[in-house]
Each structure stands twice: as structure tokens, then as C-alpha cells.
């Protein structure tokens, strides 16, 4: 059975930081990506990062490049997102999500999604 957990998620001051965790089950991390997506008011479903299953990340939202680092560790079959100097527009809900080796922008590419966790950015 496929499951997907999110955590790490909250509220954080501005310029604070945030490691989101994705933890998995019923399948292998080298064999899947896996993107991370946020929905926020302003848009949806934007994605936000991918981790390929050779381990090689991408970065796919330029409001975030410089302040993300995608990490994965294959022995508790979880995926992060550690963010920093953040700010109130990475508020939204992150979803974490999976698809077959190579990374894609596009959200129906994806077959599987955790159930999201909600970053909050205020002061």
C-alpha cells in the first residue's frame, strides 16, 4: 500500500526556516522522483522542487531558487525540503508527490500525493 506523510510543516517568522519531511512506503525512492508542490490563494499547484531518482534535484519555482535544498535518505524512505529565509509568499499548503524516475513541472504527471501540510509565514 502506497502511503505518503508530510510533516515539518507550521507557522515561522519571516526570514525563519522550515525542513519539510516526506516520508513514503510501498515503493522504492531510487526508482521515482519526487516533487514537491505548493497551493497557495495566488496559485495553484505551482510546483516548487523535484528530487529525481538518481538523487539529482531541480528547482522549478525562481521565487525559491537560492533558499531550498531537496535531501533524501533511502533508509527512512524520506524526502525533505529544507527552507530558509523564508517569506509570507512561500506560505501554502506543500504536497509531496511522486512519479516514475524523472522530474516533471507539471502536476498530472504525478501518480501519487500525500495528503499536503500547511506552511504559514507571519510575523
Known amino acids: 500500500q502506497l502511503r505518503f506523510v508530510e510533516s515539518g510543516g507550521g507557522l515561522v517568522q519571516p526570514g525563519g526556516s522550515l525542513r519539510l519531511s516526506c516520508e513514503v512506503s510501498?515503493?522504492?525512492?531510487?526508482?521515482?522522483?519526487i516533487g514537491w508542490f505548493r497551493h497557495s490563494p495566488s496559485q495553484a499547484r505551482e510546483p516548487v522542487s523535484c528530487l529525481r531518482a538518481s538523487g539529482e534535484s531541480i528547482v522549478y519555482a525562481d521565487s525559491v531558487k537560492g533558499r531550498i535544498t531537496m535531501s533524501r535518505d533511502n533508509a527512512k524512505n524520506t524526502v525533505y525540503l529544507q527552507m530558509s529565509s523564508l517569506k509570507p509568499d512561500d506560505a501554502g499548503v506543500y504536497y509531496c508527490?511522486?512519479?516514475?524516475?524523472?522530474?516533471?513541472?507539471?502536476?498530472?504527471?504525478?501518480?501519487?500525493w500525500g495528503q499536503g501540510i500547511r506552511v504559514i509565514v507571519s510575523s
Open positions: 510501498g515503493f522504492s525512492l531510487k526508482d521515482y522522483a
Open positions: 508527490a511522486r512519479r516514475r524516475m524523472y522530474c516533471k513541472p507539471t502536476p498530472a504527471n504525478y501518480d501519487h
